[in-house]
């Protein structure tokens, strides 16, 4: 894994099109949440940093489920990262309960065209598809026990940072300009098909 931060896309920008296969059969695209706010998450299965808030992930979606769209989408290399297959989303989402549409960006083209760098990545858009927020779930992370192994008991995650944005868009005002970057797996680019904003952090 190498740790990664946020590429923290500029705010205004205008949420970038897509239309992507969802686990349960549908093709979603972005046109169908015109009018309404829209928030756009970068996860996977099997990244440590995703499972870390993967509870409150639910609980924040479900919570606004009927203000705002909602999408998850999935962009890692699945032949190199079978745990991240379309198969394996399937069984994510029935797993977690996850009621929002998960989506898969097999040639990682919509995750480029977001800038998109990690998991969890999260790009948060106003009524008009304009970015209002970028970057992390909350301040929390995982601890690192060991290769593979960790545990989130110490810190777990409440989505605060999130939720404050959104309240902020329902309210008619903008969320606060500090935003902080998220900071998890990097994207597991398609050998060759790294963008060029692709970098970790040591």
Same mark, same amino acid.
């Given at each position: !894994?190498?740790?990664?931060?946020?590429?923290?896309?500029?705010?205004?920008?205008?949420?970038?099109?897509?239309?992507?296969?969802?686990?349960?059969?549908?093709?979603?695209?972005?046109?169908?949440?015109?009018?309404?706010?829209?928030?756009?998450?970068?996860?996977?299965? +099997? #990244?440590?940093?995703?499972? +870390?808030?993967?509870?409150?992930?639910?609980?924040? /979606?479900?919570?606004?489920?009927?203000?705002?769209?909602?999408?998850?989408?999935?962009?890692?290399?699945?032949?190199?990262?079978?745990?991240?297959?379309?198969?394996? !989303?399937?069984?994510?989402?029935?797993?977690?309960?996850?009621?929002?549409?998960?989506?898969?960006?097999?040639?990682?083209?919509?995750?480029?065209?977001?800038?998109?760098?990690?998991?969890?990545?999260?790009?948060?858009?106003?009524?008009? +598809? #304009?970015?209002?927020?970028?970057?992390?779930?909350?301040?929390?992370?995982?601890?690192?026990?060991? *290769?593979?192994?960790?545990?989130?008991?110490?810190?777990? /995650?409440?989505? *605060?940072?999130?939720?404050?944005?959104?309240? /902020?868009?329902?309210?008619?005002?903008?969320?606060?300009?500090?935003?902080?970057? /998220?900071?998890?797996?990097?994207?597991?680019?398609?050998?060759?098909?790294?963008?060029?904003?692709? *970098?970790?952090?040591?």
């Amino acid at each position: !894994m190498a740790l990664t931060e946020s590429t923290m896309l500029g705010l205004g920008s205008k949420a970038p099109e897509f239309s992507l296969p969802a686990t349960d059969g549908r093709v979603i695209d972005k046109g169908q949440f015109n009018g309404r706010p829209l928030l756009v998450m970068f996860i996977c299965n +099997h #990244c440590p940093y995703v499972k +870390h808030l993967a509870g409150q992930l639910k609980s924040v /979606a479900d919570d606004y489920a009927n203000r705002i769209g909602v999408v998850g989408i999935q962009s890692n290399d699945t032949e190199n990262y079978p745990e991240d297959s379309f198969e394996k !989303m399937k069984e994510e989402v029935e797993r977690r309960g996850y009621r929002f549409p998960y989506l898969i960006d097999a040639d990682q083209n919509v995750a480029k065209a977001y800038t998109a760098a990690c998991t969890p990545d999260f790009f948060l858009f106003d009524s008009d +598809h #304009c970015l209002a927020y970028r970057g992390r779930f909350d301040e929390t992370r995982p601890t690192r026990v060991k *290769s593979g192994v960790y545990d989130s008991t110490n810190s777990p /995650a409440s989505g *605060s940072e999130l939720r404050a944005a959104i309240e /902020a868009l329902l309210a008619g005002k903008r969320p606060a300009e500090k935003q902080f970057p /998220a900071m998890g797996c990097n994207i597991k680019w398609i050998a060759g098909n790294e963008p060029d904003y692709y *970098s970790t952090v040591k």
